[in-house]
Structures are given as structure tokens and as C-alpha cells.
């Protein structure tokens, strides 16, 4: 027997008596019970429906939208995921604007993630023990510029304050009130260390775990930043310079970086080779950035910029330093 059901045909062979051609009350049963087996349609769950669907034919410029391969799907994944991982160090604009975020602290982990204790304790004591050679050698530039903090400089925040080594410039000049900036929190003991044998009170100094690229920090409120050795370090140099905008109308930014060789000189050349160790060793230290240039494109009013070559650190002897004015 044949039957023909949503355009398909099904053969029924029906078993029983060949001399009754009349089948009996059980026979109709069973056969009614198999042509509904053959004739109903199955249930599709929902998810194969979907994907069973016809294409649908994307408008020009919707295509990567659109389209329902799995592939395409993946890829798109993949984007969002980029994008997303390469967000992560940078806020947005409107938290820079206004100085404060949500929670500073979730921020500072994310720019700058947390090393274990132990080793951001060996760094801080490496930085206190062996940059005194490198402090002498510097001194002579860092005596050309700190002086221009005078009296009317009440409020300092510096960048990096690392072991303090440039507290000692701060004291003496008004009564003047210090914020020190570090991702690093083993720096606070050495740093408050540096303040007490520089004759600075405890309560005209503080210090904050952070990071340049987003200040914990409201606008205009500082007469000067500093930033010596710096920027070679941070992610996001431009976020960092951003820092003008906690500046005073005519704030200062005192800046001393080493940065890059001469292009083609046999330096250049060994700074690009040993930076990937460099930046893995020294806490994300970066050899071949041109500092100078990105200060003096940041925005600033007015650069007033020097470069100097210093004997001590050969691989970094290359510095630029001076002040920016907002």
C-alpha cells in the first residue's frame, strides 16, 4: 500500500490473511499506528530550526554582521575580545575629565596588575642600592631645575616616586606639601624614609598606590608635577601625558627621561636589541622611546627642553630634561 504525505511517498506493507482482503478491527489499528509513525512530522528543536533557516541575503556593508557562519561568528568573538583585552589599560575619557574614578584601585590593577611581594620588594631594594651612582651624575641637571619650584609652589605631585631620591629637592622652599605616585607599594617605606632624612613632616607628604596613565586626582589642583624617569616605564606614554590637566593654570611639569639614540648610530642598535630584556627585568622599562618628542606634542603651553649624556649608564646615556608649562 502507498500512501503520500507532504510530497513524500511511503510503501505500507500490511501483513494478515491473504483471503480476507478486508482487513479486521486489530489489522486497521496497526496499520493506522504505522501510517502515523511514517506520515507525522518529527519535532526540530529549536536551535536546528535556526540553523537550518535560508540565509538571509545582507545588505551592502551589513555582511560581517549578518553573516551566520560559525567562522564569521568566531572571528567577531575574537575582535570583541581583542578589543576589549586592549581597553583594559586605558579609562575613559570622561573618568580622565574628572579626575576621580569609580574605584582608583581597581584601575591601578588593571593598568598596572599587581607583581608578587617578593618581587616588587627586590625591585624597590635594587632601585635604592644601585641608582646612587646614576643620583650623583644627575644631580648636576636636576639642580638646574628645581629650583625654578619656588615659594609659590605649594602643591607637588610627583610621578614614579620610587625610593624618594628627589625629596631632598623639594624641602626648604614655603611650606610645601608632597604627593607621591608609585604602582609599586613596597616603594612607600623607602620613599617615607627618604622624607624623614630630608627633613620633610610625615603629614606634608602621602603617598598613593597608582599610576600616571589615570590619577586619582582632581583637575588644576597641583603647582607642579614631577616625572624623572617616568615615562619609560608607563603603558600608555600620551595617557600620561595627560597629567597637565591636575596642573594649575601656568603649572610646572619637571621632566628628566632618558630616551633613544641617534637613529643608525651603533647604540640605537643595542638599545633596540636588549629592550625586550630590558622591559621584562626592569619592571616594563622601554629603551628606545623618543620621549622628548612626545612631551614636547603632548599640549603643553610652552617646552623648554635640553638634552644631556650621562657616563654612568651607558646603555641609557641619552637623557633629555627641562620643564613644560601648562
Known amino acids: 500500500m502507498q500512501t503520500v504525505s507532504g510530497g513524500h511517498v511511503f510503501s505500507v506493507v500490511v501483513t494478515g490473511p491473504t ?27 529549536a536551535w536546528r530550526a535556526i540553523s537550518r ?8 556593508g551589513a555582511e560581517a554582521l549578518l553573516c551566520p557562519c560559525r567562522l564569521c561568528v568566531g572571528k567577531r568573538r575574537l575582535l570583541l575580545l581583542g578589543a576589549s583585552t586592549a581597553l583594559l589599560p586605558v579609562l575613559p ?30 625591585y624597590a631594594q635594587a632601585m ?8 650623583a651624575e644627575v644631580a648636576a641637571y636636576k639642580e638646574k631645575l628645581f629650583p625654578q619650584l619656588t615659594e609659590k609652589v605649594e602643591k607637588v605631585l610627583e610621578l614614579g616616586i620610587g625610593t ?8 626648604g622652599a614655603g611650606d610645601r606639601y608632597i604627593i607621591g605616585v608609585d604602582p609599586n607599594k613596597q616603594m612607600e617605606k623607602y620613599a617615607r624614609a627618604s622624607a624623614e632624612a630630608a627633613g620633610l613632616h610625615s603629614t606634608k607628604f602621602s603617598f598613593i598606590r597608582g599610576v600616571g596613565e589615570a590619577l586619582d586626582v582632581r583637575d588644576n589642583t597641583m603647582d607642579a608635577v614631577i616625572g624623572t624617569l617616568v615615562l619609560c616605564s608607563v603603558s600608555d ?15 610646572l611639569y619637571l621632566f628628566i627621561e632618558h630616551v633613544a639614540a641617534r637613529d643608525g648610530s651603533l647604540l640605537r642598535f643595542m638599545q633596540g636589541l636588549v629592550d625586550p630584556l630590558q ?22 603651553s610652552r617646552v623648554s627642553l635640553q638634552a644631556a649624556f650621562l657616563s654612568t649608564v651607558p646603555l641609557v646615556s641619552p637623557h633629555v630634561y627641562g620643564i613644560a608649562y601648562k
Open 19 to 45: 483471503q480476507s482482503p478486508t482487513p479486521n478491527a486489530a489489522q486497521r489499528r496497526s496499520l493506522l499506528r504505522r501510517l502515523a509513525r511514517h506520515t507525522a512530522p518529527t519535532p526540530r528543536p
Open 53 to 60: 533557516a535560508p540565509p538571509v541575503t545582507p545588505s551592502a
Open 93 to 122: 575619557s570622561t573618568s580622565l575629565a574628572s579626575g576621580l574614578s569609580s574605584d582608583p584601585a581597581a584601575t591601578v590593577e588593571r593598568i598596572h596588575p599587581p607583581r608578587p611581594d617578593w618581587y616588587e620588594e627586590i
Open 128 to 135: 635604592e642600592k644601585s641608582m646612587r651612582s646614576y643620583e
Open 164 to 171: 624618594g631620591p628627589n625629596l631632598k629637592y623639594y624641602v
Open 237 to 251: 606614554v600620551a595617557m600620561t601625558l595627560r597629567v597637565k590637566r591636575v596642573l594649575k593654570p601656568g603649572g
Open 279 to 300: 622591559q621584562f627585568v626592569s619592571d616594563g622599562c622601554h629603551l628606545t622611546r623618543e620621549t622628548g618628542k612626545q612631551i614636547s606634542e603632548a599640549g603643553f
